[in-house]
């Protein structure tokens, strides 16, 4: 069997928690075996080259031409993310870590460009012991790369591969290298090759990312971009096919996507078959305009693979053949949308259940009478408890809830035992239950946090955390109260309400959260524990025990009523936005999908007249003017109703929340304090209202409109006339409560009104001028428009300029509720309305499916009867449907763009359909 037949290619990079153990333990995590690092939430995807399996047809391997490179030197031929620049000295290496599934010869392959005169030779080393030597001869031309190999004999398990330069040169620019087996295989078996990336491994230099200029991207010729070696071109006609084998270790489902580029105008459908199954008889690969602009198309259903060998077939079914296809890759389809999963395994050398969670992953230990959690891992790979030795003097004691006499406590006996609650090991939660004879806890392991529950207690307990706050003690590890100030852990709280804090550490992308209820008179700890020969070992933190000083006494926590959550929380998330966190999480511990406790909403407008007078409503007025910029603007995202403890509470300029009209921003404070202002008649009010209308009047261009941020950011997105999500229709609608004589707007002076006439003027003026015309007939208008020319502008890099299906929706609802419209006025009405109905989208429906990590995956399907769905996104000349990956690269099929897309953006939606059978008839019905 060849062994070029399978080529599976693995990036080798370390996931963040083995990076971590790394470079603080290195010597023991070379020793730990690698599964302990690659276990995951999810299982990798499998990429197989195109050009590794069988086809008609030929292996294309063009790179960008010399003659355009002779200035420069751009490699852009490396694969993975990039390639090695060594420093021009002897000594100067490359190491990468291969793990060996069986002891014997191995063959060793650099890739490599190096077209300076001087020799640059390089000497391998495997696992510190010398090894042979590769010439690494010149290259002829950028950018070709060249290969040298050699045959190295390697141990199971483990090697360290250390490429050396010789000379003074260094090395040649290095993209990667390949280990290959060189052993007999077993009847069906495939030889292992792995490509382990450069880049990913331990190097001294640079990483290098050139890449083709771009004024050659438009060219046939030079297809750059593509993984491996090559990629595959057909032959131009019917069944011309790429087939792959290779071994998967699980049977499963998995998702199917090839990576392909396409230039020319026409779809190329393929009929795709797993193991000789039919499994998608036409998978249309459209065009991708440039052959330098690879892409993924994806297909929707999953295939089925069995453990073992399996075989993928894509063959043409038009004349054209297929598209120029690099690889295939193969991602694991979640058997469930769990977001908590138990398992149980050995961790730090004893029996535990791992839990993994969306925010992290608890390691809580079982066996031999112990229980309580022994560690846990947020997202970054820090564990914050990391109970890894044993007790004694400079010793780990870590541990969590460690609720008393070693109940509770990783590595201490207590003689407890742990179940798994109903047996139920994945889903929304997971619960264990541990019992002595004092004692029962439950365990409740949530998507966002831990919820601890005592079913029996005789006698008082704690919930004592034990913790190297992100994951290494130091010195700047803080916790934070109620309050929002920032402390250093040092003895004894004064009992402390509410009764919860937080942990962080400046070099932490996360805080860490603990939180009790319901409230007591018990003790609560704040210990920082410095060891005789000045170790700082570990932050203590308690509800019902004593501090140092008093001996380390629990009391005060008794019987069944009290409820402990621990979790993370992002460290960007300010103090407010922890309160808000905390508190909903202690009102309804044990619920799944537990969102923030805001106060502050737009809800607080519908409230009745009379309560506009309270001293609720005043309170929060008084908060929200706190969060009034000097400009006069509000926030956006900002839970205003909480007045800021902390200058992190008010977001800052240039944060990308200051000063907005995103998002509810400034329109509805000011909505709110005109209530509040007109019910008290209270000259602080006014005043705010009155700057926040100085502050519309300076945001609106000259041409009329208004930006998502004011003062301008210099970012183009965000300086651009802002129709997205409704902002500056929201700004209009204000301003008309201010001229219409609605009395809550009454203490408004004449001036400002006056101005705020002549503002919504413009603004009408500019929605009338902004308005798009296809071939002289009205249409809609583009979610964001050029500030000086009203030109269709692009916003983000998935939001270009083109016609909106939802932006369209409240600028027509806007324009109805003028109570004398013009001709122009109407004219504009019966036009969007008009385009409206012509681009609804008949004959599909969206699908969606939360998947394991929570995310809602869509897609479209065939429907006779589907109706009532338009696109976020039209083009601008056609009409056709829009869809954009980050890449900004059009596409009209919705399965072309990325997964993280399909799961975090709204393409699709049903905007327009109560106005077109509700709204606009009524209105009609008027004019």
Not at 571 to 589: D, P
Not at 728 to 739: F, Q, W
Not at 892 to 919: Q, V
Request: proline fraction near 5%; hydrophobic fraction near 35%; include cysteine.
């Amino acid at each position: 069997m060849s062994k070029r037949q399978n080529e599976v290619v693995f990036n080798f990079s370390a996931p963040k928690f083995m990076q971590i153990h790394l470079r603080n333990h290195i010597v023991a995590a070379v020793a730990l075996p690698c599964a302990m690092f690659v276990d995951s939430f999810a299982a990798e995807p499998i990429i197989v080259e195109a050009e590794s399996g069988d086809f008609t047809g030929w292996v294309d391997k063009h790179s960008c031409w010399h003659n355009v490179m002779l200035t420069d030197e751009p490699h852009s031929t490396f694969s993975g993310s990039g390639f090695v620049d060594t420093p021009n000295e002897v000594g100067s290496f490359i190491e990468v870590a291969y793990d060996a599934l069986w002891t014997g010869p191995h063959k060793v392959t650099v890739r490599y460009t190096h077209i300076k005169p001087d020799p640059r030779p390089g000497q391998l080393w495997i696992n510190g012991v010398e090894g042979p030597v590769l010439e690494l001869p010149q290259n002829k031309a950028l950018p070709a790369f060249n290969r040298d190999s050699t045959v190295v004999d390697l141990e199971q398990g483990r090697n360290l591969i250390r490429l050396v330069a010789l000379n003074e040169g260094g090395l040649g620019n290095t993209d990667y290298i390949k280990v290959a087996e060189l052993r007999e295989v077993g009847e069906g078996e495939l030889p292992r090759i792995q490509v382990l990336e450069a880049e990913d491994g331990l190097h001294e230099g640079k990483i290098d990312h050139h890449s083709c200029w771009n004024f050659i991207a438009e060219h046939e010729g030079p297809h750059t971009g593509f993984t491996g070696e090559g990629y595959v071109d057909t032959d131009n006609h019917v069944g011309s096919h790429v087939e792959v084998r290779f071994n998967v270790a699980d049977a499963g489902e998995y998702r199917l996507h090839a990576r392909y580029v396409h230039g020319k105008p026409d779809t190329r459908p393929a009929e795709v078959s797993v193991n000789g199954e039919v499994v998608d008889p036409s998978l249309k690969f459209t065009p991708t305009e440039h052959w330098t602009h690879w892409t993924y198309k994806e297909m929707y259903q999953s295939v089925s693979l069995a453990a073992g060998e399996n075989v993928i077939r894509l063959s043409a079914t038009g004349p054209e053949g297929l598209a120029n296809l690099d690889h295939l890759k193969l991602i694991p389809v979640s058997e469930s949308n769990a977001r908590v999963r138990l398992s149980e395994v050995q961790w730090a050398g004893v029996g535990c259940y791992k839990i993994e969670m969306e925010m992290g992953t608890a390691y809580f230990e079982k066996d031999n009478g112990v229980s309580g959690l022994k560690s846990l891992i947020d997202n970054e790979g820090n564990d914050w408890i990391a109970s890894y030795m044993p007790p004694g003097p400079n010793g780990d004691f870590r541990g969590f809830p460690n609720s008393v006499e070693n109940f509770g406590h990783a590595g201490r006996d207590s003689g407890s035992t742990t179940t798994i609650v109903d047996g139920v090991t994945e889903g929304e939660v997971v619960i264990l239950e541990s019992s002595n004879e004092t004692f029962t806890f439950q365990y409740h392991f949530l998507a966002d946090r831990i919820a601890v529950k005592v079913l029996k207690s005789e006698g008082d307990y704690c919930f004592l955390l034990e913790s190297v706050v992100g994951g290494q003690a130091d010195e700047e590890d803080y916790f934070v109260t109620a309050d929002g100030k920032k402390r250093i852990p040092s003895g004894e709280f004064d009992d402390i309400t509410p009764e919860w804090l937080y942990l962080g550490d400046p070099k932490a992308k996360n805080f860490l959260f603990l939180a009790k209820t319901p409230e007591d008179d018990a003790p609560n700890e704040n210990h920082r524990q410095i060891r005789p020969n000045g170790m700082h070992n570990m932050d203590l933190y308690s509800f019902g025990r004593t501090g140092r000083d008093r001996g380390y006494k629990t009391f005060g926590m008794s019987g069944n009523e009290h409820v402990c959550v621990i979790g993370f929380a992002p460290a960007f998330r300010n103090h407010n936005e922890m309160t808000a966190l905390i508190e909903a999480y202690l009102e309804k511990a044990f619920t799944p999908g537990i969102k923030d406790r805001r106060l502050w909403s737009n809800r607080l407008l519908k409230n009745d007249d009379s309560w506009f007078t309270s001293a609720e409503a005043r309170a929060i007025a008084d908060s929200v003017i706190q969060y009034q910029s000097p400009q006069g603007g509000w926030p956006k995202s900002t839970d205003l109703a909480r007045p800021p403890l902390t200058i992190g509470d008010i977001p800052q300029p240039g944060s990308g929340r200051a000063n907005s009209f995103d998002n509810d921003a400034t329109t509805v404070p000011m909505e709110f304090i005109a209530k509040v202002a007109d019910a008290t008649g209270e000259e602080a009010y006014i005043d705010s209202f009155n700057r926040g209308l100085d502050y519309l009047f300076a945001a609106q261009y000259e041409t009329g409109g208004w930006p998502q941020f004011w003062p301008l950011r210099g970012d183009k997105y965000y300086s651009r006339i802002t129709y997205n999500d409704g902002a500056m229709m929201r700004v209009m609608e204000l301003l008309k409560y201010v001229v219409s004589g609605d009395d809550t707007y009454g203490f408004v002076d004449a001036s400002r009104k006056d101005r705020a006439r002549a503002a919504l003027e413009l603004g009408l003026e500019c929605i009338l001028k902004s308005q798009i015309r296809q071939n002289g007939k009205l249409t809609g208008w583009c979610a964001q428009h050029h500030e000086m020319t009203l030109e269709p502008a692009w916003a983000r890099a998935y939001e270009p300029p083109s016609l909106s299906g939802e932006e369209s929706v409240g600028v027509v609802r806007y324009l109805m509720s003028i109570e004398d419209p013009s001709a122009e006025v109407v004219e504009a009405i019966e036009g969007a309305v008009a385009w409206l109905k012509a681009v609804e989208m008949k004959g599909v429906r969206l699908e969606s499916a939360r998947r394991g990590d929570g995310r809602t995956e869509r897609w479209l399907v065939e429907d006779p009867e589907g109706e009532g769905l338009w696109a976020r996104f039209y083009e601008l000349e056609t009409n056709r449907p829009l869809y954009l990956d980050r890449d900004s690269v059009f596409r009209y099929d919705f399965s072309e763009i990325g997964y993280e897309r399909r799961s975090g953006y709204g393409y699709h939606g049903d905007w327009p359909a109560k106005l077109l059978k509700e709204e606009y008839p009524k209105w009609k019905a008027k004019f």
